[in-house]
């Protein structure tokens, strides 16, 4: 159970178009889901916090008119990146929480690797 | 703020020998503790977490890690390494239920022959 899926697995876009990425929640309904961005070696950094219905919540320095997030039902978010440059390209990944109590555990997707030419 | 430091960036050891991952947090209240482990482009699977229960947390794959408040440490554990335990292990950490993760810098296992 719990199982999160990512679409595509990896991505080849060219500079200044877009490219969407989507997270699923298979088996379960998750009222949050998270985005992340991790560089090469690098840790995962937490980009924003989308709850189901609402507008995503984005961290600190993260520009939320080049990283569009939407999720729009309880299995699905998405991750828009607009106008792509070189330097977005990373491993994004996408996680999932249900809701109630002792929810603290998110499902991790297998990630996105994105890479813009 | 929370913060996580996982002490050594790249740890080896010989199969067969025990596994040892540091981590310690700081936190302005009790945490929850996760540790997560890496494969090469793959997302993260959890291997254990300490949500305020006992505070020795076996997880899967032979793994474990004990909470010590006094030394605000979350280290992992592991016997006998495996061949197939070399990944990248992430430590991190959450102030609440559901609450958003903090991950520690990760630390690289390369287990030898």
């Known amino acids: 159970g719990a199982v999160v899926s990512q679409h595509p697995s990896w991505v080849i876009c060219k500079s200044g178009t877009s490219v969407k990425i989507e997270c699923r929640s298979l088996d379960f309904q998750a009222t949050t889901m998270f985005w992340y961005r991790q560089f090469p070696k690098q840790s995962l950094m937490l980009m924003a916090t989308s709850n189901e219905g609402s507008k995503a919540t984005y961290e600190q320095g993260v520009e939320k008119d080049k990283f569009l997030i939407n999720h729009a039902s309880l299995t699905l978010s998405t991750l828009t990146v607009t106008s792509a440059h070189p330097e977005d390209s990373s491993f994004y990944i996408c996680?999932?929480?249900?809701?109630?109590?002792?929810?603290?555990?998110?499902?991790f997707g297998p990630g996105t690797r994105l890479t813009v030419t | 703020a929370q913060s996580v430091t996982q002490l050594g960036s790249h740890v080896s050891v010989s199969e067969g020998a025990l596994v040892l991952l540091r981590c310690n947090y700081s936190?302005?209240?009790?945490?929850?503790l996760f540790w997560y482990v890496q494969y090469p482009n793959q997302g993260l699977q959890l291997l254990l977490k300490?949500?305020?229960?006992?505070?020795l947390v076996k997880g899967i794959n032979g793994f474990e890690a004990e909470f010590k408040k006094s030394e605000t440490s979350f280290h992992l554990t592991k016997p006998s390494a495996h061949m197939s335990d070399a990944a990248e292990y992430f430590c991190?950490?959450?102030?609440?239920?559901?609450?958003?993760?903090?991950f520690g810098t990760g630390t690289q296992l390369k287990v030898e022959l």
């Open positions: 991190a950490l959450s102030t609440g239920g559901g609450n958003k993760l903090t």
């Open positions: 996680s999932a929480r249900t809701s109630g109590t002792g929810s603290y555990e998110q499902y």
């Open positions: 936190s302005s209240v009790p945490p929850y």
């Open positions: 300490y949500t305020s229960a006992a505070t």
